[in-house]
């Protein structure tokens, strides 16, 4: 690739020009790249003239560029147009550039952001974007994204990043809470994010069964010279009831639940859960159904809704909101 940006916006002039079917003195060369809001001396563009017929390196490949001594000009034999769809980008593809840049940076204290920004930073230097829309990328008040503060353990998602990809073994140690840590070799087949939180999920190769490790649990991370076979897993089945990352071994069962009507709306536009179905809709409630593997992270959803949800069935669980808020109700009576 080219020794630096700078250079890169002043090949993409050149070749540019010279897959045009004709001949090109250097000096009107290096007038389009001029035009072009390049600032640079004729004797630069000589010299990017001769390393882009002569080094194959710059690009990976041969630019069949090729200078008429006779003439004092320069053409090609047939630039591949592979080269400029890596440098050209159309406006929808720079919209949605803008877009992933700026929600990337909910990441920003993320040890491995520095790369990431860097690698953006190469994109949208080396491309055609125009300056104005670039000073776009640099607005701080654009969009923001949830910001991600820093935890422990994401310093290691590059690590189990590779052993995933490249299907090896780890040797892992975890510490519960209030527990010992321990040594565990697993099969790592997925890192998943929930509510801010990063976790492993792979292969316990000790019990081959599934085990889920939060990487702010875990005190070092090894990757083994030990190969394993490709590990089916359909992480949108394995979590289709789940509310959250605790997937129990029970089966989902339906849950009916009543809100008021002040939550109606956010309710249709943000479903608690992607199973969730609407049942009864009117000026005074809305009822849903959801078919779920009830966990903590299920009842304390319901329960930050207060007063404005009511679990119409099934029983079971009913009876745990009913007797959760009694212990409540006690803890907020006031000694006489």
């Not at 790249?33 to 690009?59: A, H, M, P, W």
């Not at 104005?132 to 290691?156: A, M, Q, T, V, Y």
């Not at 590779?162 to 890192?191: C, D, N, T, W």
């Not at 000026?283 to 119409?312: D, H, M, Q, R, W």
């Amino acid at each position: 690739m080219a020794k630096n940006q700078k250079a890169l916006k002043r090949y993409l002039v050149i070749l540019k020009m010279l897959s045009r079917e004709d001949k090109y003195s250097s000096k009107r060369i290096h007038q389009a790249c001029i035009n072009s809001g390049i600032e640079v001396k004729y004797r630069t563009i000589q010299q990017d003239l001769k390393d882009l017929k002569d080094d194959d390196t710059i690009f990976g490949k041969n630019l069949g560029i090729v200078k008429d001594n006779k003439e004092k000009k320069w053409y090609s034999s047939g630039i591949p147009k592979e080269i400029f769809s890596t440098l050209e980008l159309k406006d929808g593809e720079v919209d949605a550039l803008l877009f992933y840049t700026k929600i990337i940076s909910q990441y920003r204290d993320y040890p491995i952001f520095k790369d990431i920004s860097q690698a953006m930073k190469k994109v949208i230097d080396g491309s055609n974007i125009s300056e104005d829309r670039k000073e776009l990328f640099k607005l701080e008040n654009l969009i923001e994204p949830e910001k991600h503060p820093p935890i422990s353990g994401i310093e290691f998602i590059m690590d189990l990043s590779q052993a995933i990809s490249k299907r090896k073994v780890i040797q892992l140690e975890y510490r519960r809470f209030g527990k010992e840590s321990k040594i565990h070799k697993v099969k790592p087949i997925l890192l998943k994010e929930d509510k801010l939180m990063w976790y492993l999920i792979g292969i316990n190769i000790k019990y081959d069964s599934l085990i889920t490790f939060a990487l702010d649990r875990v005190n070092s991370v090894l990757l083994l010279d030990e190969d394993f076979v490709k590990v089916e897993f359909n992480s949108a089945e394995y979590f289709k009831h789940s509310f959250g990352i605790t997937v129990s071994y029970e089966e989902p069962i339906e849950v009916i639940i009543s809100f008021g009507p002040e939550q109606a709306d956010y309710l249709k536009t943000l479903p608690i859960h992607s199973t969730q179905q609407i049942i009864k809709k009117n000026k005074k409630e809305l009822i849903i159904k959801v078919i779920v593997k009830p966990s903590y992270e299920f009842f304390s959803k319901i329960y930050s809704y207060g007063s404005n949800a009511t679990v119409i069935s099934p029983n079971s669980i009913r009876d745990v909101f009913i007797a959760e808020f009694d212990k409540a109700k006690t803890n907020y009576k006031l000694n006489n």
